[in-house]
């Protein structure tokens, strides 16, 4: 099996020059991962490397401890929350960067549609006098916004499915007494009623499973993953640390970061067995790594030759953004 890396990539963007672009990165080697990290006194990077841990890109972004990186479809670009920027796309080189939306506001964990012509991402509004947090979907071909969910609830994580037609997230509720609690719905994407899911007790970094069937989580206990249909929840994996950004591979393989202390992230399959953990990161030991995503070529369309992979019919290869 192929060695698997652990980097995190945690950005908060600003329009700072980008530096180190390895034009190598055009061989196609297979899994990608971008990690949003930072070393003490350099600016902070987004830093791309292949499945072996082996460094391809390094960018230098200005990034928020709210933003998160996510591979398009093809792997071709990665959108990510910037600053001063907003919300921004750029090529997977790491050239290119440029801004997308048209609301003013703070943008956080943005996530691609399956066809790659549109971002899902939770925004604080400007003009919003209560400073909520709602869920906003950007057409990438005429830069328009529209307001998914609008209600009082803290949005705090979104997550696309792999059908296109629906959209995992989470919440913020406050409930009396100075308390809050998380909740996580699913709400189609041309809009409509929300509808609850699951009966943990908190929860975090929610991602589709590849056929859309179920739903992987930080909760409880540890990482779970949750039926869509049954509304069954199963602990998958046990872990005392704060584990975070889990990310749903092909094989029925997740990988999630738990940063704190020690700094490693952990591959499981879907039954909790551990498959691989990386401990010791490759960047430096004083790195800090705030979030990653991790590009499977299994569940893309192949840039190269247009020809559709495992979710064929789900992707439009044609299109412009990808």
């Keep these: ?35 949003a990290m930072s070393l ?11 499945d072996n841990g082996d460094p391809v890109t390094s960018i230098h972004v200005s990034f928020h401890d709210s933003s998160r990186p996510r591979w398009s479809p093809t792997g071709n670009y990665i959108v990510l929350a910037t600053e001063p920027l907003g919300l921004a796309v750029v090529d997977a080189d790491g050239s290119n960067l440029r801004q997308i939306g048209d609301m003013d506001g703070f943008y956080r964990y943005p996530t691609w549609s399956n066809d790659g012509m549109r971002v899902a991402v939770v925004v604080t509004i400007a003009v919003d006098p ?3 947090q709602d869920i906003v979907v950007i057409d990438l071909a005429t830069n328009e916004s529209r307001l998914i969910t609008d209600d009082r609830d803290n949005e705090t994580w979104v997550d696309w499915s792999p059908t296109g037609g629906s959209l995992v997230y ?11 609690q998380t909740e996580m719905y699913l709400i189609a994407v041309e809009g ?73 992230t952990i591959m499981i399959d879907i039954d909790g067995n551990e498959i691989r ?25 192949d840039a190269s030759t247009s020809y559709q992979t495992t979710w064929g019919s789900l992707k439009q290869p044609t299109n412009t953004f990808r």
Excluded: C
């Excluded at 003490?40 to 292949?50: Q, S």
């Excluded at 989470?170 to 809050?180: K, N, Y």
């Design 1 to 35: 099996m192929r060695r698997l890396m652990t980097y995190l990539v945690y950005f908060v963007v600003a329009v700072t020059p980008i530096v180190s672009v390895n034009r190598a990165f055009a061989r196609e080697s297979g899994e990608r991962i971008v990690w």
């Design 40 to 50: 003490p006194g350099e600016p902070k990077m987004l830093y791309v490397t292949d």
């Design 130 to 132: 209560h400073g909520q």
């Design 170 to 180: 989470t919440t913020e509720e406050d409930i009396g007494g100075g308390r809050r």
């Design 192 to 264: 409509g009623q929300r509808r609850k899911i699951g009966n943990s007790p908190f929860y975090r970094t929610p991602v589709w499973s590849p056929d859309g069937a179920r739903i992987g989580y930080v909760g409880e206990g540890g990482l779970r993953v949750l039926d869509v249909a049954s509304g069954h929840e199963t602990l998958v994996y046990e872990n005392i640390d704060s584990l975070q950004n889990v990310v749903w591979l092909s094989g029925n393989r997740l990988a999630a970061l738990a940063p704190w202390a020690i700094p490693y």
């Design 277 to 301: 953990r990386i401990a010791e990161p490759r960047i430096g030991a004083d790195a800090s790594f705030h979030s990653f995503d991790w590009f499977d070529p299994l569940l893309s369309v």
